[in-house]
Nanobody, 119 residues
Framework: QVQLVESGGGLVQPGGSLRLSCAAS????????MGWYRQAPGKQRELVAV???????TYAASVKGRFIISSDNVKRTVSLQMNSLKPEDTAVYLC?????????????WGQGTQVTVSS
């Protein structure tokens, strides 16, 4: 099992910035994807940004150029720097980890952290 602990989030005005962080612990061998998804009320969960081992980050079109994802493969942490935030970025943000271990693909989710963009 992999445990994920998120930090960051909160209330920010439009145009502001926030930083989310997530740390993985437990059975961390084989982690090959780390990233962030979000879910707004009444909407489906959507990818925000992910980093796959050996690949460039992938961003949702709606956040490209505003959000920056970074990861530390040794510490098993992933962060999301969110700039120029818009009201439509308001959602619960969830840390995601994908793992290939003992021949199985496992998916793990954090508990979620609320991001609210409002004046």
């Amino acid at each position: 099992q992999v445990q994920l602990v998120e930090s960051g989030g909160g209330l920010v005005q439009p145009g502001g910035s926030l930083r989310l962080s997530c740390a993985a612990s437990g059975s961390i061998l084989g982690i090959n994807v780390m990233g962030w998804y979000r879910q707004a009320p009444g909407k489906q969960r959507e990818l925000v940004a992910v980093v796959r081992s050996g690949s460039d980050p992938t961003y949702a079109a709606s956040v490209k150029g505003r959000f920056i994802i970074s990861s530390d493969n040794v510490k098993r942490t992933v962060s999301l720097q969110m700039n120029s935030l818009k009201p439509e970025d308001t959602a619960v943000y969830l840390c995601y980890v994908g793992q290939r271990f003992m021949g199985r693909n496992n998916n793990y989710w954090g508990q979620g952290t609320q991001v609210t963009v409002s004046s």
